[in-house]
DNA sequence: GCAATGATACAG
DNA sequence: TGTATCATTGCT
């Protein structure tokens, strides 16, 4: 672990986020996802779908015919966002899991609105204009992968950023957090990834 | 059922 | 340099 990543994350989380897409994938469930939106304001979601993208041998990840441009950071250490766009029009989010040269994802399918941090800075702000200039609404259509980056505002930018606060978007690990319940069901949208469409690395709160 | 919309990967 | 494809969404 070089310096960078021994600061941005504990011992445990950078240990979990080093294993298999589809090790990490399950336990990001009923996770927390932070955003820090342009206004400043810390937004809270619950993980509730996501997809494992489990390195070279998986037809239907992008790192499967190698490095790219657009899937380097897959083949870096763990704990990274991986962002790309997809149809010309939805941005996907991916924390890149597994170690460096391994390229592993988890592809982020739906999240849930917890809340609104409440900072001593911004508690006045918040309580007297209704959560500043992000939308409310928009906040509660979270399933779908182009629809959570859309309310989200998680565009290229963040691709090859940390998931660290510093970059406006991190996890917030609970490792003490009893398991959820969740189904496993086969991952969306890969028809043409032969054996490998069936697997049932998409992971689901019930 | 299918159009939108543009970056990407790969063929030639 | 051309073009088929795409880890999706929303409208008909």
Redesign the pocket.
Known sequence: MNDMLKTSFSKEVYDLFNQPADVVAPKLLGQHLLRRFPDGQVGRFLISEV?A?VGQEDK????H??K????VV?FGPAGFW?V???????W?L?LVTSPKDDPH?V?F?GLKFVSWEQTSVDVDRVSSSNAGSVSQKALK?L??????T?ALMIN?DLNGQLASPVSGLWLEIDLNKPAPSFEKLP??????ADKWKDKLLRFRLL
């Open positions: 997809e993208y239907a990840c992008h790192a015919r190698g790219t441009p657009r899937n897959m991986y790309y766009l997809i149809y010309g029009m939805y996907m991916n994802a592809l399918r259509n399933d779908g992968p182009g629809k959570l859309r290229k991952r969306v949208g890969i028809d043409y």
